[in-house]
């Protein structure tokens, strides 16, 4: 085991386990044994494991605050600008910059730049699209996506020692404990 | 120190039929685009579908080459078949976001098993709306002249223009629905990815699912940006046909210039949306062999927003009838009158039938979990909204302040070809979706099995 470990870098060990309450105490103990670089995998969102983990609270509704209010500002001075300098025109006396008029576009151009904020913010922070993550390299994992719950401790964590985390992995009640190669 | 959490959905009817994994909803759900066979229905299906595009293609090209004086519209009636068609299509996709982004921020997991084939109706359905401004324009290929950019006539839009809000409306509608489809297929591609044996498939879900690994971390902010964005796309669907309404209200024809309408569309479009996903909805479940997921509870959840909007709907026709009197405005009081006994009368009546009593039957429950009826009942309401939005377009114009300038609308074959074609395009479209995308979202679907729940134990 030790060996082949040498010769192609590591990056983790990844337990795996049958549901999401074990995952979720597993990675809990994790946490209090004094690992912090690990992450778990699951087939569907589970709100617990956040917490379990240690993962902060994401800054994503802050990056989509700055992309309504973006689409608001550029929506409005955008028709000012029309209105009143660049092609002011009279229409039936109506003031110049007839704001009641603007609100409609000012509306759907919030809604436009916070939604390409929410998916592009959502996407840059999880840095996809990733072509290439040695994570799909662990056996089985391709189930992550179907039924089965891993959690997986990096090699770059400072308390990683192969055999010893292998063996803590194992008292946490994982079916099958293996080797992820970078 | 366990917090049980109560079952999802187990106070009534549970929302899945009892008995299933997470292994056999995913499976189930896959396999109908990995591995089973296209089925006959499909082939046939997507034959016609195309075949109608043809037509809708040609009908286009002929339009393009002639001009827009093929199609019935002249003056006084300048908008015809090209804007009922438009706000009617534009209607059927306000269910699929309110079903997605409306039931999801209040919690009604019940539409899990249905939101994605929904969102996937919505952007198909504003696909076939917006073909027809452009179509309507006179000279489409100048359509960019509707948005703001930099030009060497140094002209701008028209930003009091109901029209030009249009734009900003149904385009705005457009790129937040595909966003909102696209983002919650992501984790279902990666597991189409995972699941494909052929590498071809593989290849293609692995470079559309960007790589998604299902990492706590991701999932976390994954649900925010899904949570953000149905809190965004909630106003917008209202907005598009508050905007859409405008297009009437603002102008002073008589039976347009009315406050009703913006809250009366909104209605309106929500009702023959939820009819149009149960029109799809129930011979779909039937085919797949999806009764297990699509249950009778969802129909009969869809039946009661259905009746419900129904009901609004006809308030708004009450409020337009009371106007009419109340305002003691001749024109008005002649449109009225106009509508019940002119020349399309039969509009009026068949509209009666459709959207205010045939819906009526939906208040018995029989009527609401017996599919063949519902469906039935579904047509109905669909055929009606179409006739509502002819109604509001036509009877309108035809007959306005001068007497001299009245006149008829006819649809001709190109108008019948246009419409009938995009009826065409959108079964394709669709048929292409349930073929090589999974219609209902199986990662959601997972969180509704009774083992999702976490129980934490010491």
Known sequence: MSERAERVPLYGLIAEFENPNELVVAAGRAREAGYRKMDAYTPYPIHELTDALGHPRTKLPLIVLCGGIIGCATALLMQWFATTV??????????LA?????????????????????????????????????????????????????????????LFELEKTSRFLSTLGARVVSEVEE | MSTPK??????????????????????QISKIVLTRRTPRFWT????????LTMLMLWAIGVLFLKGIGVWGVNVPVGWGFAIINFVWWIGIGHAGTLISAILLLLRQEWRTSINRFAEAMTLFAVAQAGLYPVLHLGRPWLAYWLLPYPNTMALWPQWRSPLVWDVFAISTYATVSLLFWYVGLIPDLATLRDRARRKGAQIIYGMLAMGWRGSAMHWHRYETAYLLLAGIATPLVVSVHTVVSFDFSIGIIPGWHSTIFPPYFVAGAIYGGFAMVLTIAIPLRKVYGLEDFVT??????????MLATGLIVGYGYMIEAFMSWYSGNPYEKYMFWNRLTGPYWFIFWSLMLCNILAPQTLWWKTVRTNPLSLWIVAIIVNIGMWLERFLIVVTSLHRDFLPSSWGMYVPTKYDWATYVGTLGFFLALFLLFIRFLPMISIFEMRTLVPEADVRREP
């Open chain 2, 6 to 27: 109560p079952k999802r959905g187990s106070e009534r009817v549970p929302i899945i039929e009892p008995g299933h994994t997470f292994a056999s909803v995913t499976d």
């Open chain 1, 86 to 95: 660049h092609y002011p025109i009279n229409v039936g006396g109506r003031p």
């Open chain 2, 44 to 51: 046939v299906g997507f034959l016609i579908g195309a075949s």
């Open chain 2, 296 to 305: 009778l509870r969802h129909l009969d959840n869809m039946a009661k927003v």
């Open chain 1, 98 to 158: 007839s704001w009641p008029s603007f609100i409609p576009v000012t509306f759907e151009l919030t809604v436009l730049f916070s939604a390409l904020a929410a998916v592009l913010g959502m996407l840059a922070l999880n840095g996809l699209p990733m072509p290439y993550h040695p994570i799909f390299n662990a056996p089985r994992f391709a189930l992550a996506s179907r039924d089965r719950f891993f959690l997986c401790i990096e090699a770059k964590d400072p």
